[in-house]
């Protein structure tokens, strides 16, 4: 375990003593119970420096099992109420003995977006000795990747990344780690990752080809278009489920047509993969297909197909922001204009005539799992 200075445990809240919420959530973990309920452990969100030591010792009392069921039970809440913190906590499991504990951690903290955090995730995937911690770091490394890509972390930092997951992905790790350093790297646009990406479509193992095609849509090249399309016809479920989202992600208007197909797929998977797509590439074949969705009396397909809608709309109308807000005149408003052609031009496009599906055009650089 760590040592702790009061700079692990700073907090932006006031300080304050133990509530008894706080109270009450410690003894409810320190009981028999076998459920966990989310309110109590919502009273764990976002402890001060105290609570946070007394946290820690409570911890320690706990058998590996139990400390493994918190720890996941804590990401799943957080992932669920935005309000729930579990950050400091997560930071502290990391160095836990148990390994499906400082995995479940590194999942926890999929929002965490400090630098120091990434150090840490690279020292885990080169050094942690459970497979399931380097597949957790692999993965929570690609939002750094990202964030480098758009220089939002220092050079430095984001070629470290880099180096590590270039490293694992031509070692001989578990398949599982070499196959999240693969989805983390996607997002960097050079020849040496398109070739990784080739590489690994090239593979045996369905999974692999599956992680491959996923790394296609991460990519945002176009250059994987064809296959994606191709990929959305195949016989395994999970390539056509990874095909479904990397078209969202390509913004693939053209394969509307397809994603409205894959919205009665036999996959549940698949169709829910379909619909949110349809949210993201947008165009009036897609809002209308939305709307149909939202008129039938499947009511998981239904929820589904409203954040559809609402992202597709919300990405409409943000074309014409400038204007709506009043910037009427200049540049802005000659940009508003052409956005709004842009996408007038599009849904013509789809309504005269039939177009090449798999016409790329130019190059440019939260699944099934």
């Known amino acids: 375990m760590q040592n702790y200075t009061q700079k692990d445990f700073m907090t932006s809240r006031p ?49 590996a099992a139990k400390r493994s069921r918190v720890t996941l039970a804590m990401a799943e809440l957080a992932e669920e109420r935005i309000e729930a913190d579990f950050t400091r906590i997560f930071r502290y499991l990391l160095d836990d003995e148990d390994a499906a504990v400082r995995a479940n951690a ?12 990434a150090a840490l995730l690279i020292g885990a995937l080169r050094s942690d000795p459970a497979v ?24 430095a930092l984001g070629d470290e990344i880099q180096t590590a997951l270039l490293a694992v992905i031509r070692s001989r790790d578990e398949q599982i ?18 070739d990784i990406i080739a590489s690994a479509y090239a593979h045996d193992d369905a999974k692999m080809r599956a992680t491959a095609v996923f790394a296609m849509g991460r990519s945002a090249d176009p250059y994987w278009k064809r296959t994606v399309a191709q990929e959305l016809y195949s016989p395994d479920p999970q390539l056509r489920f990874e095909a479904a989202r990397a078209v969202g992600e390509l913004e693939f208007r053209a394969e509307a047509p397809r994603l409205i197909e894959l919205v009665d797929d036999a996959d549940r998977e698949v169709q829910s993969a379909a619909i949110t797509s349809l949210g993201q590439i947008g165009g009036k074949e897609a809002r ?3 709307i149909a969705i939202l008129e039938g009396d499947d009511e998981v397909a239904r929820e589904i197909a409203q954040d559809a809608l609402d992202e597709l709309e919300f990405a409409s109308g943000s074309n014409m922001l400038l204007v709506d807000i009043g910037l009427e005149s200049g540049e802005e408003a000659i940009l508003a204009e052409e956005l709004q052609e842009e996408e007038e031009l599009f849904d013509a496009d789809e309504d005269d005539e039939p177009r090449d599906l798999l016409d790329d055009g130019a190059l440019r650089p939260r699944r099934k799992r």
Do not use: C, H
Request: proline letters at 4%; aromatic letters at 10%; a neutral charge.
């Open 177 to 194: 780690v070499r196959r999240r350093a693969i989805e983390s790297l996607a997002y960097v646009g050079n020849e040496t990752v398109r």
């Open 15 to 63: 300080e304050r003593m133990f509530d008894a919420d706080f109270k009450s959530a410690l003894r409810y973990l320190q009981s028999d119970e076998i459920s966990l309920s989310p309110s109590l452990l919502f009273a764990l969100s976002d402890l001060n420096r105290q609570e946070m030591q007394e946290f820690a010792k409570t911890w320690q009392t706990f058998p």
């Open 132 to 155: 399931n911690v380097r597949a957790a770091a692999a993965e929570g490394l690609g939002r750094f990747v990202l964030r480098a890509e758009t220089k939002r972390l220092p050079a």
């Open 288 to 290: 209308r297909a939305l």
């Open 106 to 117: 590194i999942n926890g903290l999929w929002e965490d977006e400090d630098p120091v955090l």
